[in-house]
């Protein structure tokens, strides 16, 4: 990882929880990062992020089982199930978190050339393992952002800084038992927005109206110009293929369904069917949920479905680096082809990070412009 | 701070048009489906119990309407027995109200304008047997008039206020602001204030004050038309300081009255000062002093001695008393008084030598003269005098102003002839050495 010199490209480094604190893993360990956050398209869930660490292990000091070393506390190491660690881009002095996860798989080889893969998987995976219980009817009417945040007491998420959720419409309690994550998938569906991790390990809620105030992060373009990104792949998508003109709101067993369809749409490409359970705490709030999905993606539009680039091309002398590496999910990008511009959302990233290349991969989506108070 | 051109995102919202359909749907709800169901034959017991109850409703309403038209005609009867016309309404001892234009009328028997009967119309309400009022209540002023008496053994109520200067309470307090009482009160008994603390008023008048005091104030007769009488088996003024007696004023049945000092009088006299005035005379009795003025510097009787004391006159204008030794001074008009002369009076004694004495007689120039009227004595005579003028003695000197008296202002006032014998005797003796001179010669 040396040719990251951390001024004119980002130097990353990976760094373990270790008695407390971050300690960084020796850089000429490190053979190759590779991380995946996000969602492929913004008619999926937010997938639980992975980041695979590929480290030299010759000394085997990455080895689980070691009993001395950099990583073995009070003869154990540290390197187990759950352990915290962090990806961190430093630049200008400025340091950007690029990942953050728990340490899930450990594939350790012992060939010729000894290598550690370790994966590391964010928190929605530990939120998808506890399972909720039914709720009490004092949970009636509890905002979407309260719903989420009692799912994340009952896994034991910290409260504080580690969570920022946002979401004003009224849930119903729900008799039935479900796993924490889908009761807050629940919560998104009723709010049209988004949960996901960040990269800085927050637990985060955004409702619609989100999409409409994120900064536009970067503009990709074929041409050169200065500030902006040269992309070395576009993979577009034909907007039929995620058609929705017909959207059903289950609020639950014994309450009213809401369907919306909205005619113009069916009558040129038939009937496009989408199902949200959303347990919304009144009618209004199910019909007007039911109008905004069965409209926002009635309209096929072919749009940029993935953008690849070299993270080391952007721009000159990294100008560019501190809002690469700002950017979140949800985040706005833009790219301009043969002269047309596409505005697109951010649905997902991969990295992959080896010893002298950075490849970047971002999964987009238009932004469609409906938008409804729910 | 995002380095590339931010997109300008617009939301378009969504709205419902009739490009959209929206449907509602209830979940269907199987287990209360079944909680509907019922059978056939519970039904045909449901119409049946229906039907029964509806034959029941009938006949009650069937029985409803009789009565309702039997109370009809009951009403109607009894109406026309108590209003026999438009206006006027009989009761059941056939006492009638008759309701006109101008108010409604009571009464009982055939007239509602004459005989017992109470009217109440725009005046007020008024009272009549067969003549006038009997009482009345003016509807503009509410002043209430009464021929007869207001009686009852108890009369209840709040507050009696006569226009606020006469006001009796509920505990019959009697407040009066102001009042005059004219006419007679007559009382047999009672009291102002209480039995053993007040003025008690019976048959005879105020007879008895109870054992307070009367503070301040003034017992006023009018003069000459009445007189303020103490009658009792005292009758007699006692004076009191705290409650020590230290006087009385007392009459003495036929012989006058009497005021002495003490607890216990004694009109004979002598055990505690006192003074009588009777019939016959006045006399004052004291174990010391009898004073007019201030005892030490005015006129004093010493019962003691039985001697007059005139201190503050000067011996020549008047009598006085010495310690023991009675002498009486003539100074005056043929005024006494009598003057010491005894060695025993006297100190410094020294006999006079010297001379020049005879010239000083031979400028003594006596005068004859009539006392000025306003210095006599109404009914004396006022015959003419003769002697010196106190002003020629002072203005001889040479010691001849010592026989005159000089008045507090120093001014020659009166001439003491009993010192001029000195002077003459001393010019007699200056005389007889001349004449025994030329005789040896």
């Known amino acids: 990882m040396t040719a990251f010199d951390g001024v004119t490209s980002p130097a990353v480094t990976v760094q373990f929880l270790m008695s407390g604190s971050f300690v960084t893993v020796a850089t000429t360990d490190v053979i190759s990062i590779n991380i995946r956050r996000g969602r492929t398209r913004q008619s999926e869930r937010d997938q639980c992020g992975t980041a695979d660490i590929i480290l030299n292990n010759f000394s085997g000091t990455y080895n689980p089982d070691a009993t001395s070393g950099t990583y073995v506390v009070g003869g154990v190491s540290i390197l187990r199930d759950g352990l915290q660690m962090r990806i961190v881009a430093t630049i200008g002095g400025v340091a950007y978190n690029l990942y953050y996860g728990f340490l899930e798989i450990t594939r350790v080889d012992q060939g010729e050339a000894p290598s550690v893969t370790m994966t590391f998987v ?253 | 701070m995002p380095l590339c051109p931010q997109i300008t995102n617009t939301p378009i919202t969504v709205t419902l048009t009739a490009d959209f359909t929206v449907t509602n749907v209830l979940p269907v709800l199987a287990a209360n489906t079944q909680q509907l169901a019922v059978t056939d034959a519970a039904a045909a017991a449901a119409v049946a119990t229906a039907n029964a109850a509806a034959a029941t409703a009938g006949a009650a309403q069937s029985t409803a309407n009789t009565a309702l038209a039997n109370a009809a005609t009951a009403y109607t009867a009894a109406i026309g027995s108590l209003q026999p016309s438009a206006n006027t309404i009989v009761n059941a001892t056939n006492q009638m109200t008759a309701i006109a234009a101008n108010g409604i009328t009571v009464f009982s028997g055939a007239s509602s304008s004459s005989g017992p009967r109470v009217v109440l119309n725009s005046t007020g309400l008024a009272g009549f047997d067969s003549g006038g009022a009997t009482f009345s209540i003016s509807a503009s002023t509410g002043a209430a008039v009464f021929s007869g008496s207001v009686t009852g053994s108890t009369i209840t109520g709040g507050t009696l206020n006569i226009a606020g200067n006469a006001i009796i309470d509920a505990s019959g307090l009697l407040t009066a602001t102001g009042a005059t009482i004219t006419g007679t009160i007559n009382a047999t008994a009672g009291y102002f204030g209480t039995v053993s603390n007040g003025f008690s008023i019976n048959s005879t008048g105020l007879v008895g004050v109870g054992s307070g005091l009367i503070v301040g104030g003034t017992i006023t007769t009018s003069s000459g038309a009445s007189s303020v009488s103490l009658v009792g088996s005292n009758n007699s003024l006692s004076f009191k300081t705290s409650s020590t007696v230290v006087g009385h004023i007392l009459p003495l049945s036929t012989f006058g009255v009497l005021t002495h000092y003490g607890a216990t009088a004694d009109p004979t006299g002598g055990t505690f000062p006192q003074m009588f005035v009777g019939s016959t005379g006045a006399s004052i009795f004291a174990s010391t002093t009898i004073g007019i003025g201030v005892s030490t510097s005015g006129i004093s009787l010493n019962a003691a001695t039985g001697g007059i004391n005139l201190n503050n006159q000067t011996n020549y204008t008047g009598v006085a008393t010495g310690a023991g030794t009675a002498m009486v001074v003539v100074t005056t008009g043929s005024r006494v008084a009598i003057v010491t002369s005894s060695e025993r009076f006297k100190e410094q004694i020294q006999y006079i030598n010297t001379t020049g004495w005879l010239d000083k007689v031979m400028q003594m120039k006596p005068i004859t003269y009539k006392t000025r009227e306003d210095f006599t004595t109404e009914g004396e005579p006022n015959e003419t005098q003769i002697g010196f003028l106190a002003e020629d003695i002072y203005d001889i000197g040479g010691d001849l102003e010592k026989a005159v008296v000089l008045d507090p202002l120093g001014e020659p006032f009166s001439l003491s002839y009993d010192r001029l014998t000195v002077f003459l005797t001393l010019a007699i003796k200056e005389l007889k050495a001349e004449i025994d001179q030329l005789k040896g010669e």
């Open chain 1, 122 to 374: 964010d928190g929605i995976a530990y939120i998808a393992d506890a399972q909720a219980p039914a709720l009490a009817a004092a949970a009636n009417a509890e905002t979407a952002a309260t719903r989420v945040g009692r799912m994340l007491d009952i896994v034991g998420w910290p409260s504080g800084a580690s969570r920022s959720l946002t979401g004003s419409v009224g849930m119903l309690a729900t008799v039935q038992n479900r796993s924490c994550m889908a009761m807050i998938y629940q919560a998104v569906d009723a709010i049209a927005g988004r949960f996901y991790i960040s990269r800085d390990n927050v637990a985060t809620l955004v409702p619609l109206a989100n999409k409409f105030s994120r900064p536009t992060q970067l503009l990709f373009t074929d041409t050169g110009a200065s500030n902006t990104v040269g992309y070395m792949e576009l993979f577009t998508n034909p907007g039929t293929y995620y058609v929705v003109n017909q959207a059903v709101v289950d609020r639950g067993n014994a309450n009213n369904q809401y369907t919306s369809r909205y005619n113009p749409s069916v009558s040129s490409y038939g009937i496009a069917k989408a199902v949200f359970d959303a347990p919304v705490a009144t009618n209004s709030n199910a019909e007007n949920l039911a109008l905004y999905e069965s409209r926002k993606l009635a309209d096929p539009l072919t749009y940029v479905e993935r953008i690849d680039f070299n993270a080391l091309a952007l721009g000159d002398y990294g100008a560019l680096y501190p809002d690469f590496l700002a950017t979140e999910l949800g985040d706005q990008v833009s790219v301009v082809r043969s002269g047309v511009q596409y505005n697109l959302v951010v649905e997902g990233m991969a990295f992959v990070i080896v010893q002298n290349n950075w490849m970047m991969s971002y999964t987009t989506s238009a932004i469609n412009p409906y938008s409804i108070t729910i």
